[in-house]
């Protein structure tokens, strides 16, 4: 069983404050995604990497793809309050062969 | 352009039941997935029909089922509930695959 592991899992900041989460598998993914998920509510892709290396922004938002496709991390400038939800990685293989998704990293930005 | 569609939005059974889930995807998207999500596990995948067929399947036991049908609308049946099936279920449609996921707000599933 492929596994994506996330870290930290939980993660409580004041405003203003920059944070990393890490997700990490033993497999490499034909693309990676990462989704914010609040609560009752699905899951809202953010972004999606393909290429090993790749750094993309979304505003204060940046995600990079590891080199080797098997990594992934998420860098937040300036957290605010809006940040706050449950963040999730997700790896593909072949665009529909499968997907898992990492363990998840509960974000909590205070004011 | 509307948004995926998951109803009921609550439902409340009692172990043995049988329950079905419905889902309706944003039009013109082919493949629906669906998920179980609870706070032990995280979000796991069940199964993924595109064009009526399903394509993948998650290691979930044979109580577990979905069908897709001809206007993509899937839904999914979970038969003889355990108190361990209490979860959110997501279903997630896209035009092709998983590349880019569009879920819906879920189904909570209780079962007492």
């Known amino acids: 069983t492929q596994l994506l592991e996330q870290s930290p899992q939980f993660l409580s900041i004041q405003e203003g404050e920059n944070l990393t989460v890490y997700c990490n598998s033993s497999s490499v993914f034909s693309s990676l995604q990462w989704y914010r998920q609040e609560p009752g509510e699905g899951p809202v892709l953010l972004v999606t990497?393909?290429?090993?290396?790749e750094v993309k922004k979304l505003k204060r938002l940046t995600f990079q793809f590891g080199d080797a496709r098997k990594d992934s991390s998420l860098h937040i400038t300036a957290a605010q309050p809006g940040d706050t939800g449950l963040y999730l990685c997700?790896?593909?293989?072949?665009?529909?062969?499968?997907?898992?998704f990492g363990t998840g990293t509960k974000l909590q930005v205070i004011p | 352009k509307a948004g995926v569609t998951q109803t009921p939005r609550y439902l409340i059974k009692t172990r043995g039941q049988q329950v079905t889930l419905s889902c309706s995807p944003i039009s013109g998207h082919r493949s629906v997935s669906w998920y179980q999500q609870t706070p032990g596990q995280g979000l796991q995948f069940l199964f993924e029909y595109f064009s009526e067929t399903q394509r993948n399947k998650g290691n979930f036991p044979g109580r577990f089922s979905g069908r897709q049908f001809s206007n993509s609308r899937s839904e999914m049946n979970v038969s003889t509930l355990e108190l361990g099936d209490s979860a959110l279920y997501l279903c997630a449609s896209s035009r092709e695959g998983f590349e880019k996921l569009f879920f819906g707000s879920g189904t909570q599933l209780s079962v007492l």
């Open positions: 990497v393909v290429t090993g290396g």
């Open positions: 997700a790896g593909v293989i072949g665009g529909y062969q499968k997907v898992t």
